[in-house]
Antibody, heavy 121, light 107 residues
Framework: QVQLVQSGSELKKPGASVKISCKAS????????LNWVRQAPGQGLEWMGW????????TYAQGFTGRFVFSLDTSVSTAYLHITSLKAEDTAVYYC??????????????WGQGTLLTVSS | DIQMTQSPSSLSASVGDRVTITCRAS??????LNWYQQKPGKAPKALIF???SLQSGVPSRFSGSGSGTDFTLTISSLLPEDFATYYC?????????FGGGTKVEIK
């Protein structure tokens, strides 16, 4: 069965970096696009962008450029979200979301369990 | 960016009730509209894609309709496990955007 298993909760200090992993199983990572979604505490869902898992080309939503990087390691069927220069407002749950399509984001059908990132001094 | 407005933001309903949630887009998105269900402390779950297509495994009491700017999610007969927050999302153009959510609570 399709599964996306994300890495565990992180507690980081402002200015530090974090890399969140999303391991895909039950399907071939490169056959479906992958989205990233953020949910701040008590808030709604915010689309961060997506990565074309065939080409490795990422697309970032405004507000997620510069400090946010999507990457892949297809040899271990894993996608990554790297965030640098962490700020308190980065505190949120981050989700990886498989898309139904490969070449553009259309509909997230499987979600990772989420990774809670807490940024606090 | 396309703005997605859900209404109501919350509602109280009883088991067995028919529930309708509305989502309005700030411009036409044809049928590029998805619905998700989220329970507290859990990841969202996909319900509907393409405005009216049911995700595999989703019960038939859930249905979606609409096109252009106005969409609805209907739960024909509410069950205890349906109490959750529901989000719509447009995928007509990037950035993909979500509605603010509708919390369905027990009356």
């Amino acid at each position: 069965q399709v599964q996306l298993v994300q890495s565990g909760s992180e507690l980081k200090k402002p200015g530090a970096s974090v890399k969140i992993s999303c391991k895909a199983s039950g399907y071939t990572l490169t056959n479906y696009a992958l989205n990233w979604v953020r949910q701040a505490p008590g808030q709604g869902l915010e689309w961060m962008g997506w990565i074309n898992t065939n080409t490795g080309n990422p697309t970032y939503a405004q507000g997620f450029t510069g400090r946010f990087v999507f990457s892949l390691d297809t040899s271990v069927s894993t996608a990554y979200l790297h965030i640098t220069s962490l700020k308190a407002e980065d505190t949120a749950v981050y989700y990886c979301v498989r898309d139904r399509y490969s070449s553009s984001p259309y509909s997230g059908d499987y979600w990772g369990q989420g990774t809670l990132l807490t940024v606090s001094s | 960016d396309i703005q997605m407005t859900q209404s109501p933001s919350s509602l109280s309903a009883s088991v067995g009730d028919r529930v309708t949630i509305t989502c309005r887009a700030s411009q036409s998105i044809i049928t590029y509209l998805n619905w998700y269900q989220q329970k507290p402390g859990k990841a969202p779950k996909a319900l509907i894609f393409g405005a009216s297509s049911l995700q595999s495994g989703v019960p038939s009491r859930f249905s979606g309709s609409g096109s252009g700017t106005d969409f609805t999610l209907t739960i024909s007969s509410l069950l205890p496990e349906d109490f959750a927050t529901y989000y719509c999302q447009q995928t007509y153009s990037t950035p993909l955007t979500f509605g603010g959510g509708t919390k369905v609570e027990i009356k």
